[in-house]
């Protein structure tokens, strides 16, 4: 009963790890919660339940663009859904209301305000089926998206005590969780933690970058990615902005997205980024919960986050859908220079240069990337991922102890007084206002360095910092210290191993910025790459086409038509008769009924030719 309510709304043919089991105890009507990474299959754990009961599903949501996006994709597999929230007009509301209370509305999105509001009024003149509180950690002082109206919830258990509550979040720490089940008052709650590893998500580190070779290695990145929507992440407001305007020149329809724009822009970026006018978002961490969006093929950090906690949720933006998603950080001293400096001045310093420190050996590692991950989440995983750059590319060793040698020399003879931008300066012997007026060019070491390229010397610079040889004196402008161990290796008593610094990206050819000629253009778009065996990309990006055709016919976003991985699908089976086509995962009966023939005869026709 389950599988079939499963496949004839949702299109799927099984469940994901957990979610049987949660729909079941919620059927059995009893209070729940879940924490399941983004992308992992939450809202069927409560869609599918509201299904299968009598009466409303009241689902509590903090944001209207996720409600929208949910009431849209409900509607979109033939379900009663409906938002009641203040963007609507008061008729809209009047009229949701009604619904409600003809018992019509399978699930009514509501903001926790609207809720409290209504708790004496709509929800005592309904049969409510079961009450979902969506982004559950927003209740939480401690998270990261506290929203005082979520404290308020815990009238829900004294006034329903009949009614389940399930509450669902992707932040798992355990503060948060207990929070949650206290404040919601939940009754015998059961918790179900699934497993937190995307396997789909492509994990990439690339560190030591200058600014140019950055941009340079993000143009290839997006050329790769042609057509496919991704995210840029980016410390301040001002680099967001920069960015933006460089892969605007480049040709790249880029938006804008940070707390310092009015809301209104900000709602135009992301409906922009959502419906497919715009391919890439640079963002500020202000960016993302708002959205849904399935087919998020790739994030990019451009300044190393501040925690693994952050990072994990944007990248997790990425492959919802379930394919493959691509991920890069790029990791500067200078970032975590800075980072340092902002945890050394927040309220929260011990906890906040913890979580730095892990994400610093995050990104520094050379064991699998989705261990260290994973194990911050508390999870072991016994194998190595294959799917992730240390996986791919085992970091190789030599004998540094000659280039460890000159860097700590440098700083030795400047008595400790520099920074790694100096330092480098002077093993590379180049003429700077510091180097000059110290006098650092009258140095034995000044330009010893001279065969190693800066961006070189900044990765070693990394590499001997996470080796503990020196260490970085934040209270004193950032001054270079020489560590014991340090010592053992200036003075010849131990030697040194570093790692190979490999460059995987070869500089793509230039734009002629003389003629402005964009050197990237997405009027020549290359074909997607095929993601199943005996997939055709000539036909994916016809059924592409058709899609965005029928999306924009209904103002609704492409991939709530049909998901990426639906049509890859497709485009791999080509299915000409609608019954197949409703065979296809992600085709339930009523998109079979509505887009099949659109679809069947596009392929067709393909066929034919
Ligand atoms: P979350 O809310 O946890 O971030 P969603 O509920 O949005 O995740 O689900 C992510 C994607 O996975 C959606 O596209 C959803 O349709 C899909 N999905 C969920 N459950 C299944 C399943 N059992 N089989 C196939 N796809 C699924
Ligand atoms: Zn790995």
Redesign the pocket.
Same mark, same amino acid.
């Given at each position: 009963m389950i599988l079939k309510t499963?496949k004839s709304y949702?299109g799927? #043919? @099984?469940?994901?790890p957990l979610?049987e089991e949660i729909i079941q105890r919620i059927l059995s009507k009893k209070d729940t919660l879940v924490l399941?990474? #983004? @992308?992992?299959?939450?809202?069927?754990c409560y869609q599918l339940p509201a299904l299968l009961m009598e009466g409303t599903a009241i689902v509590v949501s903090p944001l209207i663009s996720l409600m929208k996006d949910q009431v849209e994709s409900l509607q979109n597999n033939g379900i009663i859904a409906r938002a009641l929230n203040s963007v609507n007009d008061e008729t809209t509301n009047a009229n949701i209301r009604f619904e409600c209370r003809q018992g019509r509305v399978k699930l009514l999105y509501i903001s926790p305000e609207r809720l409290l509001a209504e708790s004496n009024f709509l929800l005592k003149d309904i049969r409510i089926s079961l009450f979902a509180i969506d982004e559950a950690h927003c209740i939480s002082q401690w998270g990261h998206d506290f929203r005082p109206e979520y404290t308020q919830l815990s009238v829900l258990r004294d006034q329903f005590p009949a009614v389940p509550i399930v509450a669902?979040t992707?932040t798992a720490d355990k503060i948060t969780r207990q929070d949650i089940l206290q404040q919601l008052k939940m009754k015998d709650p059961q918790t179900f933690i699934s497993s937190f590893d995307r396997p789909n998500l492509n994990l990439e580190v690339r560190r030591g970058y200058q600014q140019k070779e950055k941009i340079r290695s993000i143009l290839a990145f997006i050329r790769r990615h042609a057509n496919e929507s991704g995210i840029i992440y980016c410390m301040s407001r001002n680099k967001t902005e920069a960015l933006a305007e460089q892969l605007e020149e480049e040709g790249i329809c880029t938006a804008i997205y940070h707390a310092g724009l009015s809301t209104a822009q900000r709602e135009q970026a992301q409906d922009d980024f959502i419906n497919d006018r715009v391919q890439v978002v640079c963002a500020t961490i202000a960016f993302g919960m708002g959205i849904?969006k399935?087919n998020v093929r790739w994030v990019i950090h451009y300044n190393l986050p501040k925690s693994i906690e952050s990072y994990y949720q944007e990248i997790?933006r990425a492959g919802?859908?379930?394919l493959p998603g691509d991920t890069l950080l790029f990791y500067s001293l200078g970032d975590l220079v800075l980072l340092a400096k902002f945890a050394a001045d927040s309220n929260q310093q011990e906890i906040n240069k913890e979580k730095l420190n892990r994400m610093q050996q995050y990104a520094e590692a050379d064991i699998c990337r989705r261990r260290i991950l994973l194990n911050y989440f508390g999870e072991t995983m016994e194998h190595d991922c294959g799917n992730c750059d240390v996986c791919r590319n085992p970091p190789q060793r030599f004998d540094g102890t000659i280039i460890v040698q000159k860097a700590l020399s440098g700083i030795a003879r400047t008595h400790e007084q520099i920074g790694s931008h100096g330092l480098i300066d002077l093993l590379r012997g180049s003429v700077s206002q510091e180097i000059v007026e110290r006098g650092y060019d009258k140095l034995k070491t000044y330009g010893a360095g001279r065969d190693i390229p800066a961006k070189d010397w900044q990765d070693y610079l990394l590499q001997m910092l996470n080796l503990g040889y020196i260490e970085i004196a934040y209270n004193e402008n950032n001054h270079l210290k020489i560590t014991e161990a340090g010592r053992k290796v200036l003075f010849g008593q131990a030697a040194a191993t570093l790692v190979i610094i490999k460059r995987e990206e070869k500089a793509p050819r230039r734009g002629q910025k003389k003629d402005r000629q964009p050197s990237y253009t997405l009027l020549q778009p290359e074909l997607p790459l095929a993601v199943f065996d005996n997939e055709d990309p000539r036909l994916f990006e016809a059924l592409r086409q058709l899609r965005k055709k029928l999306a924009d016919q209904q103002a609704i976003p492409a991939y709530l038509v049909l998901?990426d991985?639906t049509l890859h699908l497709l485009a791999t089976s080509r299915p000409t008769t609608v019954e197949a086509f409703g065979e296809v995962?992600?085709i339930g009966e009523y998109k079979k009924e509505k887009y099949g023939k659109d679809f069947t005869d596009v392929i067709r026709r393909f066929k034919g030719t």
């Open positions: 499963l949702f799927y #043919t @099984g469940f994901r979610q399941m990474p #983004t @992308g992992g299959g939450k809202s069927i669902l992707a849904d399935s997790g919802r859908d379930g998901s991985k995962s992600g």
